[in-house]
């Protein structure tokens, strides 16, 4: 099946790269996205009005919506050192292998020549997933961080006031209101989140993690996944599941983050971990918990910090482009404040800008944006290395079997550390 998968990706990177090369003119510039079809159209609008106050034609070649297939229909003209697409987007967690490979042009320079500054933008996001060694490579479209979902109503009818500042107690109120609810609703928990194996569950382990005092990387950037606070913390997930019984048993073999959402917006769940995209759908005719939702930091261990992971999707140039002054004009516009807000307005994109936030139509429109914006500001990122998608495999297989009890936490922890060496010593051999 991979076979075929990479074929299937092959064959639609070649024609469309056939498509472009044979249409490009000069002065045109190729942007490559993927998305949702109502996504997609928005961008065509987008680029109407960009070539209409330009004059320099844009070609949207599109992706499709799964994110795995997004990255390689990206990785093979890249690496090919193919001109199209010129453009284009990236998850957080690609860009550190872009640019290591020499795919993606410096923006620096261009910055230079137009002072553009960067200080509109969350200066955590451009420090921690636009920057590499030292360069700017990168600039944010939106931005993504994991956030407490609650049942304001259900906390209000049974005596508390606000949502947990701590795990300690999420637990306690879980229990509580758990208990209750499942006199009349059997199906109830107390918290749902992703524990499933794939990238989400090294998302939510970096959250529980850097909230005890751990994280995978130290301040040097040397791996530290067997580390205590780590240990406590996955311990902690665990007893989430296995101890105090507020999460469900399927936790490690089928929640992502659909099925969480699910879970919460039919009513059968009092927090859960989610990104930004769920609230909308909470909100829409139909939702059990339409008008009844809450969204808050993530909970911090006692001493601790609070933690959210950072997602969201960033623009570069690739070096290879034959249009590098058209691409920066297009990137300009695509991260400009009006650009943004019309992301927010009619997408629900979170922007990049924090300009943006406390804007009137974003406070009259889609309020619970400001509350977000606290929320980015204590994001922490995955390792922006470019051998990520390696350690990500290996840490969310660890990570899972001790979810699941095949492994104690430390069994785990001590495994994952010590493949994940082997994956640094591999590549920098």
Same mark, same amino acid.
Request: aromatic residues 10%.
């Given at each position: 099946?991979?076979?075929?998968?990479?074929?299937?990706?092959?064959?639609?990177?070649?024609?469309?790269?056939?498509?472009?090369?044979?249409?490009?003119?000069?002065?045109?510039?190729?942007?490559?996205?993927?998305?949702?079809?109502?996504?997609?159209?928005?961008?065509?609008?987008?680029?109407?009005?960009?070539?209409?106050?330009?004059?320099?034609?844009?070609?949207?070649?599109?992706?499709? #919506?799964?994110?795995?297939?997004?990255?390689?229909?990206?990785?093979?003209?890249?690496?090919?050192?193919?001109? $199209?697409? $010129?453009?284009?987007?990236?998850?957080?967690?690609?860009?550190?292998?872009?640019?290591?490979?020499?795919?993606?042009?410096?923006?620096?320079?261009?910055?230079?020549?137009?002072?553009?500054? &960067?200080?509109?933008?969350?200066?955590?996001?451009?420090?921690?997933?636009?920057?590499?060694?030292?360069?700017?490579?990168?600039?944010?479209?939106?931005?993504?961080?994991?956030?407490?979902?609650?049942?304001?109503?259900?906390?209000?009818?049974?005596?508390?006031?606000?949502?947990?500042?701590?795990?300690?107690?999420?637990?306690?109120?879980?229990?509580?209101?758990?208990?209750?609810?499942?006199? #009349?609703?059997?199906?109830?928990?107390?918290?749902?989140?992703?524990?499933?194996?794939?990238?989400?569950?090294?998302?939510?382990?970096?959250?529980?993690?850097?909230?005890?005092?751990?994280?995978?990387? $130290?301040?040097?950037?040397?791996? &530290?996944?067997?580390?205590?606070?780590?240990?406590?913390?996955?311990?902690?997930?665990?007893?989430?599941?296995?101890?105090?019984?507020?999460?469900?048993?399927?936790?490690? !073999?089928?929640?992502?983050?659909?099925?969480?959402?699910? #879970?919460?917006?039919?009513?059968?769940?009092?927090?859960?971990?989610?990104?930004?995209?769920?609230?909308?759908?909470?909100?829409?005719?139909?939702?059990?918990?339409?008008?009844?939702?809450?969204?808050?930091?993530?909970?911090?261990?006692?001493?601790?910090?609070?933690?959210? !992971?950072?997602?969201?999707?960033?623009?570069?140039?690739?070096?290879?482009?034959?249009?590098?002054?058209?691409?920066?004009?297009?990137?300009?516009?695509?991260?400009?404040?009006?650009?943004?807000?019309?992301?927010?307005?009619?997408?629900?994109?979170?922007?990049?800008?924090?300009?943006?936030?406390?804007?009137?139509?974003?406070?009259?429109?889609?309020?619970?944006?400001?509350?977000?914006?606290?929320?980015?500001?204590?994001?922490?990122?995955?390792?922006?290395?470019?051998?990520?998608?390696?350690?990500?495999?290996?840490?969310?297989?660890?990570?899972?079997?001790?979810?699941?009890?095949?492994? &104690?936490?430390?069994?785990?922890?001590? !495994?994952?550390?010590?493949?994940?060496?082997?994956?640094?010593?591999?590549?920098?051999?």
């Amino acid at each position: 099946m991979r076979h075929s998968y990479r074929l299937v990706c092959i064959a639609m990177a070649i024609a469309l790269s056939l498509t472009l090369s044979c249409s490009k003119e000069e002065g045109r510039v190729t942007l490559m996205i993927g998305g949702a079809p109502a996504e997609l159209d928005y961008w065509e609008t987008l680029l109407e009005d960009f070539t209409e106050n330009t004059g320099i034609e844009v070609g949207l070649m599109r992706q499709p #919506t799964d994110t795995d297939q997004r990255r390689q229909s990206l990785i093979i003209p890249l690496e090919a050192g193919e001109g $199209d697409p $010129d453009v284009f987007l990236m998850d957080i967690v690609w860009i550190g292998q872009f640019a290591a490979s020499g795919w993606l042009e410096g923006l620096e320079p261009m910055m230079a020549v137009d002072n553009f500054e &960067t200080s509109p933008f969350f200066s955590r996001v451009i420090d921690l997933a636009d920057t590499y060694e030292g360069r700017l490579i990168a600039l944010p479209v939106y931005v993504d961080a994991g956030l407490l979902y609650y049942r304001a109503d259900l906390l209000i009818e049974y005596g508390f006031t606000s949502p947990p500042a701590t795990w300690a107690d999420l637990v306690k109120i879980s229990v509580q209101i758990q208990a209750a609810q499942r006199m #009349t609703n059997p199906d109830f928990w107390g918290f749902v989140w992703q524990g499933a194996q794939y990238e989400g569950l090294v998302c939510t382990f970096l959250e529980f993690s850097t909230a005890g005092g751990g994280g995978l990387v $130290d301040d040097s950037g040397a791996l &530290t996944l067997d580390r205590p606070e780590n240990i406590a913390a996955l311990n902690f997930m665990r007893d989430l599941i296995a101890t105090f019984g507020i999460s469900r048993p399927n936790t490690y !073999t089928e929640m992502k983050e659909e099925e969480v959402r699910s #879970t919460f917006q039919s009513g059968n769940a009092l927090f859960g971990r989610n990104w930004p995209y769920a609230w909308g759908l909470h909100q829409e005719d139909g939702s059990a918990v339409k008008g009844l939702v809450g969204i808050s930091l993530l909970p911090a261990f006692s001493g601790g910090e609070h933690a959210a !992971t950072l997602g969201g999707w960033h623009i570069g140039i690739s070096r290879s482009s034959d249009n590098k002054e058209a691409a920066w004009q297009l990137v300009k516009y695509i991260v400009s404040r009006d650009v943004q807000l019309g992301f927010a307005l009619n997408l629900g994109w979170n922007p990049a800008r924090q300009d943006i936030y406390n804007a009137p139509e974003i406070v009259e429109h889609v309020p619970h944006l400001v509350q977000l914006r606290d929320i980015f500001d204590s994001a922490v990122a995955r390792p922006n290395v470019p051998y990520y998608s390696l350690l990500s495999r290996e840490l969310q297989q660890r990570v899972n079997a001790a979810l699941a009890g095949t492994a &104690t936490p430390a069994e785990a922890l001590k !495994t994952a550390q010590r493949e994940g060496i082997d994956i640094v010593d591999r590549y920098r051999q």
